[in-house]
Nanobody
Framework: QVRLVESGGGLVQPGGSLTLSCAAS????????MRWYRQPPGKQRELVAS???????NYVESVKGRFTISRDNAKNTASLQMNSLKPEDTAVYYC??????????????WGQGTQVTVSS
């Protein structure tokens, strides 16, 4: 199977920055989409950012201009640079990827999450 490990979470003050990393390993043919989700306490999981294999990016409106998603296809990694953090960004952040031999036979894999807490 495929294993995902997130890192880089922690406690940061409002206005600060953090960079999250996601490393994929295991039985990987190709990684198509790479995504970051988050789940604030007591709320539903939401998609924060996504990036295709070709580098096309999308962001949820609340993080546009503050977060940047990137990937390294050779290393099977993805990153989420988070700037100007707000208390509302507090959540468990999850890495999610689509893996398959083609875009028509993809499987989803999830990391176990990393906690981001934005507080004074």
């Amino acid at each position: 199977q495929v294993r995902l490990v997130e890192s880089g979470g922690g406690l940061v003050q409002p206005g600060g920055s953090l960079t999250l990393s996601c490393a994929a390993s295991g039985s990987i043919d190709r990684i198509y989409n790479m995504r970051w989700y988050r789940q604030p306490p007591g709320k539903q999981r939401e998609l924060v950012a996504s990036i295709t294999r070709g580098g096309n990016k999308n962001y949820v409106e609340s993080v546009k201009g503050r977060f940047t998603i990137s990937r390294d296809n050779a290393k099977n990694t993805a990153s989420l640079q988070m700037n100007s953090l707000k208390p509302e960004d507090t959540a468990v952040y999850y890495c999610n990827i689509d893996v398959g031999a083609s875009a028509f036979s993809l499987r989803d894999y999830w990391g176990q999450g990393t906690q981001v807490t934005v507080s004074s």
